[in-house]
């Protein structure tokens, strides 16, 4: 994205615009992981406690999630950057 | 839930916009939450197909369970994340695309 | 969620935002219910007119989904009571 | 599916930003059903082998009756939210968070 | 929907909010449809090139899905005239 | 992706609510399309079993292509709507209830 053309009230109001939609990107990203690793390790609801197996699986899925994301993210700046390139040649 | 503190105080009879807004952010992830949580439980413990307009005994009791399990996997993901200093990989978009600004 | 530290004109402010908020939540639920009762309920496309049993499925599918929404949300309510007694010891 | 209400007039020439808001939230409620709509009919009625790029005759009756149905259920969920009352559950999240206020 | 209480200034001020508001339902259609299409042809990942047999799935995908939406939008207004007419009676 | 572009300038010290607005839904848009992108290649190449918490070779691998792919099917599409002079059809909802307008 290209802010070059916005003078520096606009860079700076930009600044705070986007901090705070990172602070919303990352609650939304919270709620999403906790529905996915719910969803996908609790499935015996005989007991209202998490077991051992439940909870190793919930954090084992939060940090390959997180690792995914993060690798998806880094592919995603590379792409978008060679489009970039492309676009402007 | 409330990780999202206020920040000093405004004079009485004033609106300081952005305490408001913070508390408008904190209603919006409860809000949700909630919904992600009524439709995992409904998916979990309720039959869909709909032979009577009552939960039975045994969908109440798996709905009870499951909004006590969402809450402790909601709890551990949240110390995780904590642990982690996370934030850096779910931002990923913005990050990546606005790393000039 | 705690309003103590707001003034009067904030707590004034922010009921008539949660009210305008429990609209569109209203209206978001509409919508998902129809969502949900229509996928589980109509699977039958060889008539467009609603059969009495798609009609049955459709009234059990509202109605449970309200008791179950009912009673999630009261099970939520204690677990955030809970959680905020737990915060505050 | 009109069922929000005006309410006064305001004098030419100046907005009423009540009323601008009402429409707003009317809007939105036909685009979320809107898209809604598309893709439970698109789920139920397309198959997603996508061999050509017409829809062929049975995707297209499939359609028109999948439309027509959702109608009806939409109006059906609609009189017995209003026979219930209903709201109360729905808005389960803001009321047990915010019950105090 | 209604304008017809709405006085000039409000009229106007709706349109330039309809307008703005088509921009991002295009986009939002725009990355549905990317994800539909992505989700259902593609589901091979020995290589990152797109197969020609995946390319023409993606073409058929996106064609069928402006036909289907726009098939549906033409019944929708439809129905919507008519429950408009039922209403006024 | 970047197909939202500017119009003129502003003098320095003046925020252009115009062009801001141009750019909040320039970063909305490709915070949805990463969400999906994220959520799309997950499900195609991360087993839910999470035996471990670190991606495996296959894994990792798998995201990479997976990624690419995703950028030629989002550059297919817009190609493809661009040629048809799409956005008809996808804003329907709107159309047919605010033809009148």
Partial sequence: ?89 | MSFLGGRGSTPAGQVNPERVEMAMQELDMITDVFNKLVSSCHNKCVSPRYAEGDLNKGESVCIDRCVAKFFEVNKKVGEKLQSMGAGAAATGATQSAFGTL
Same sequence: chains 1, 3, 5.
């Fill in chain 1, 1 to 89: 994205m290209d802010f070059s053309q916005m003078n520096a009230a606009e860079q700076a109001h930009m600044s705070r615009v986007i901090e705070k939609k990172q602070m919303q990107d990352f609650l939304r990203m919270y709620s999403n992981l906790v529905e996915r690793c719910f969803n996908s390790c609790c499935n015996d609801f005989t007991s209202k406690a998490l077991s051992s197996k439940e909870e190793q699986c919930v954090m084992n899925c939060t940090d390959k999630f997180l690792k995914h994301s993060e690798r998806v993210g880094a592919r995603f700046a590379e792409q978008n950057a060679e489009s970039m390139g492309a676009a402007s040649k």
